[in-house]
C-alpha cells in the first residue's frame, strides 16, 4: 500500500506562483508513475501533468491548459514530486490530488481511474 501526502496549497492572486508536493513514506516514489489530477466545484477530475516511474525514463507530461505554466518533477533524494505553478490563473482553482501507479503504461498517463494509489488533496484557491 502507498500512501501519498500532498503539501503545498493555498491562496494566491492572480499571476502568483505554488509549489505543491507529493510525498510517500514507506515507498520509493521513483518507483511510480505520478499523476497531478486537479478537481473544480461542479467538474470532473481532470489531468494537469505526470512522470513516468525511473525504470521508464522519467519522462513528464503537462496538459495543455497548464503547458509553459506547470512543470512536474521528481526528487528522487527526498522521496517526493513536484507541482510548480507559476502564473496562475483563478480557473486553476480547484483541489489537487496526486496518484501513482507502479505499472501505469503510456496510453493511461492521463487517465485518473487507472491510478492505484490517490493522496487526499490540498485546495488551489487563485483570486483576481
Known amino acids: 500500500q502507498v500512501q501519498l501526502v500532498e503539501s503545498g496549497g493555498g491562496s494566491v492572486q492572480v499571476g502568483g506562483s505554488l509549489r505543491l508536493s507529493c510525498s510517500t513514506s514507506g515507498s520509493t516514489i521513483s518507483n511510480y508513475a505520478v499523476g497531478w489530477f486537479r478537481q473544480a466545484p461542479g467538474k470532473e477530475r481532470e489531468f494537469v501533468a505526470a512522470?513516468?516511474?525511473?525504470?521508464?525514463?522519467?519522462?513528464?507530461y503537462h496538459a495543455d491548459s497548464v503547458k509553459g505554466r506547470f512543470t512536474i518533477s521528481r526528487d528522487n533524494a527526498k522521496n517526493t514530486v513536484y507541482l510548480q505553478m507559476n502564473s496562475l490563473k483563478p480557473e486553476d482553482t480547484a483541489v489537487y490530488y496526486c496518484?501513482?501507479?507502479?505499472?501505469?503504461?503510456?496510453?493511461?498517463?492521463?487517465?485518473?481511474?487507472?491510478?492505484?494509489?490517490w493522496g487526499q488533496g490540498t485546495q488551489v484557491t487563485v483570486s483576481s
Open positions: 496518484a501513482a501507479d507502479s505499472r501505469l503504461i503510456l496510453s493511461s498517463i492521463a487517465k485518473s481511474e487507472d491510478y492505484d494509489y
Open positions: 512522470i513516468r516511474s525511473r525504470s521508464s525514463g522519467s519522462r513528464a
